[in-house]
């Protein structure tokens, strides 16, 4: 079983910074694309920023400029750095990692970490 485990989040003011992390447990070959996404009440989930293995990343255009991620694939852990953040950044973040086994792979999600920019 692949668990991923976020932390992080909190109730921030406009203009302040959080760091959010996750980091996946369990039995598997490797972990391909890790990412975050974001979903605020009353609205659809929606990709915040994803990452391949190699790097190369894909940021949604709400958060260019302001957010940052990074991975430790030593340690199969994601980070997304968020800087100048806004009241409208506000929802229930979570992580998302493509597992592998061998040829196999799935999906897997984390619980969700809260993240309220309010003053």
């Known amino acids: 079983q692949v668990q991923l485990v976020e932390s992080g989040g909190g109730l921030v003011q406009p203009g302040g910074s959080l760091r959010l992390s996750c980091a996946a447990s369990?039995?598997?070959?490797?972990?391909?694309?890790m990412g975050w996404y974001r979903q605020a009440p009353g609205k659809q989930r929606e990709l915040v920023v994803d990452i391949t293995s190699g790097g190369n990343t894909n940021y949604a255009d709400s958060v260019k400029g302001r957010f940052t991620i990074s991975r430790d694939n030593a340690k199969n852990t994601v980070y997304l750095q968020m800087n100048s953040l806004k009241p409208e950044d506000t929802a229930v973040y979570y992580c998302?990692?493509?597992?592998?086994?061998?040829?196999?792979?799935?999906?897997?999600w984390g619980q969700g970490t809260q993240v309220t920019v309010s003053s």
């Open positions: 369990g039995m598997f070959s490797r972990i391909n694309g």
């Open positions: 998302n990692a493509v597992v592998f086994w061998g040829p196999k792979y799935a999906d897997y």
